[in-house]
Every structure is written in structure tokens, then in C-alpha cells.
């Protein structure tokens, strides 16, 4: 084989790997585009059911903790005072623990991709986080309170068994949310930001 001949074939070779490296990265660019358009339609919706860390949330929960403050201490009832005392307790720290999360977007490029995935995957654990904490508190502080003023309970059950099975279901409800919309929007977070940081490894496990 001439050298005339062997130098085609390597520019050739150089060519075809060219063009391959130029068509992966075309596909990686457009299916980094395809994941951030439904990363971004998925968080959409996270706002709106759930909010956690933005402006809107931030003051709605600190309207909400004032105000509770204002009811349990114009509570006359014993247990109504508690309960919202409770209550009281459990706004603010949920409006801190906002805030917290809010004042964590600074670390965050947020006009980036990689740091978009990132402080939205920040926000949904925080969410999650905040559902588990919160049940488990209002889950034991009611059945502490109910505990304490069971001589007054039993004397009429019809009403405070309705608000406790209403608690019992606004628990279930968010063990549903937490199991059947958060953890799906976790997961596809934790695996879009593993694909944007590893494309190439992505790639290759497609073609195999």
C-alpha cells in the first residue's frame, strides 16, 4: 500500500471519528434539552401543589404563623389552647426551614443546568424531608394532647373522633403525596443530574 494510499485511509478514519463525535454530541445537547423541558415542566407543577421555597410559600406560611399564634393565645379551652400551641410551634419552624432553602439559591446557578437540576433536587429533599418531620411531630403531639385530656374526651367522642380521623387521613394523604409524587420527582432529578455530568457514560449505555 502506497503512503499516498495508508494517508487517505487515516484522514478518512479521522473523518468518520469527527463525525461520530460531532453526532454524539448533537444527541447528548438535544437530549439534555428534552430532560431540562420536562425537569422544568415537572417542577412547574411542584409549585404549584407544594411551593417549597418560593415567595408565595414564604409568606403564606409566615401569614399562617401569625395567625396561629394570635388563636392559641386567645384560647380559653385548655386543649384548644394546646393544640394550637401546637400548631404555633409547627408554622414557624415551617416557615424557617423555608426560608433556610430560599436563602440556599445563592450557592446555586440556578441559569445553569447542572445547577438548576441541582437546587431543584435540593428542594424537592427538603420538601420530603419537611413531610416526614412535620407528620411524625403533629402525629405525636395530638396523641400526646388527646392523651392528656382523655377524661374531657370521653365525656363527648362524636366531635373529637372526627378531627382525629381527619388527622389520621391528612397524614395518609401525605404518605400518598411523599410515596407517589415526590419520590418519583426525586428520582428523575438524582438521574437527569447524573446524565448532564456524565453524557458520555449515558451514551455509551444507550448503544449497549
Known sequence: MSNQEQTNQEDLKNFKQLWQQSTTNQSIKLKEREMLREIQYDMDSFDEKYGFGTTKQLILS??????????????????????????????????????????????????????????????VKRQMLWMKLSAGFLFGGLATIFAGFWDELSTDKTYYTFFALAMIVGVGYMAWQYRYRLMPLHNRLHDALFDIRNPYSSQNDEQH
Open 62 to 123: 409566615g401569614v399562617i404563623s401569625v395567625l396561629m399564634i394570635i388563636v392559641s393565645i386567645k384560647q380559653t379551652n385548655p386543649m384548644f389552647k394546646a393544640i394550637f400551641l401546637l400548631l404555633s410551634v409547627l408554622h414557624p419552624a415551617h416557615f424557617l426551614f423555608q426560608l433556610w432553602t430560599r436563602f440556599e439559591k445563592r450557592r446555586y446557578d440556578v441559569l445553569d443546568s447542572v445547577g438548576f437540576y441541582e437546587y431543584s433536587l435540593e428542594r
